[in-house]
């Protein structure tokens, strides 16, 4: 009775961090509504991101199992013991730092805008009072322009909302990150591409708080792939400008 109420609790434990302890894999959590970083392709999570991490992982002599979640979500998932890992486009801030520990930085980024061919209202970032902005939830470019005033933010859940919306003309001006940005902009020739200089940042992958190990063996990896040649090959395979 004792020893089949103790293996319950046991199990339970790990049904709640959702983690197999010491097992040889890692829960990976992304968000892959951010091409080329990931993105869904015939059901597949692919992209430069995923790629990176497999490399990594592989390094570390560990699989992955990949969990597709919202934005907003996946630093609350880490934090509750559902993932070990998040790359996901993940801006290393100060605020974030309070509560995961970073990689040492694997890209860095600036922010771009999109607006309709057909109605190009603004030509740079001081323009944007006034106008209706599509931004996605937690994303730099959210946080850039709650910070002006007189801006109408509307606020979507995965970067294609925003895209659609943008489309349809429904708003005026989509911000975000430089490479989905581009990418939207090859795919959509309605759309036109505006340069900023505004909020350059770096992407790192996030680990738990507590988990000082785990991301000193993934900056070892990073290190190693970026000195044996694994990691320029994967710039040029998904950024084919750089």
Known sequence: MKKLFLKAVLVS???VSGLSF????????????????????????????????????KSMGKEIEWKNIAFDGLLPALQAKKL???????????ERKKFVNFSQTYYESNQMMLVHEKNPVVKSFD???????????????DIAVSEIEGVKVHRYNATSEAIMALKA????VVVLDSEPAKNYAKQNPELKLINTDVAKEEYAIAVGKNDKELVEDIDKALTELKANGTYDKLIK??????
């Open 22 to 57: 010491g097992a040889d894999k890692l829960y990976v959590g992304t968000n892959a509504e951010f091409e080329p970083f990931e993105y869904l392709q015939n059901g597949e999570i692919v992209g430069f991101d995923v790629d990176l991490m497999e490399e990594i992982a």
């Open 237 to 242: 395979k998904y950024f084919s400008e750089k």
């Open 84 to 94: 070990d890992v998040i790359i996901a486009g993940m801006t290393a801030t100060e």
């Open 127 to 141: 323009e944007l009072k006034g106008h209706d902005v599509g931004v996605v939830l937690g994303y730099t470019g």
């Open 169 to 172: 003309q429904k708003i005026d």
């Open 13 to 15: 434990m790990f049904a």
